[in-house]
């Protein structure tokens, strides 16, 4: 698993230049202020060069300062209270039309991750859910409405989907204490991480499982035990994480998953749609 850049920091503070320790000093201490600012402004506020920050950002590893950036923020995100967020938010937005400030963030995140998706991961998962004896789908706290949509979907077109709820550790494992090697677990985690989250993935992979994780970013604590990992990117809206993006997987994976059993599929959707309209199910209108 990749490690976030405050363990980089820690990691390498001791070899840091005078400068560079104060601009370690602000990340770790300040990082809701730092993830926004350029590379001129950090320099100004902790008395250095902003050529000192930029190459402070080479020296974490990092290919250039827009990446060094993103992983400040990123640490903010996993870090912050949901009181800090919205602070954050407010200083971010202003007096900016808030519908266009979320709505045009949701679509860069959308494009974002349509262009960092591991493709071959993806298919991979596919392929595996369609084989799986049982697919196991579980999320938590606001992961939760992902993994429901998710089970919703898949249950119109499979017999094996069981929907682990996240209520207390001793339940969680009952519910996925017959996992194997021939099943597949669809995990689900975006921050603040769900500890819970973090040991069912674990169990799953113990237990020779297949793990398909969807979260942020390979730095998630969930990534390192993922079979499949699929990253989506989720930034704060207010206190709360937008999930477009890992929904937009969601619709993209259920369609796949469609097109490979077509088949299958309609004869299935043949039978619902008569049972449907004996018993009246939907309305005419």
Known sequence: MAIDISQRIRRKYSTFSK?????????????????FMTAARLGRLVGVSESTVVRFAGELGFEGYAEFQRAVQELMRIKLTPNQRIAVTKNRVGRLDMIDCVMEADIRKIRYTLKHLNREHFHGAVQNIISARNIFIMGARSSEALAYFLKYNLTLIFDNVKYVQPTSSAEMFEQLIAIGEQDVLIAFSFPRYFNKMISAVKFARQNDAKVVVITDSDVSPLAEHASFLLTAQSDMASFSDSLVAPFSILNALIAEIAQQIEGRITRRFEKLEKVWDEYNVYSKR
Do not use: M, S
């Open 19 to 35: 400068g560079q320790k104060k601009i370690a000093t602000a990340i770790l201490q300040d990082y809701d202020k730092v993830a």
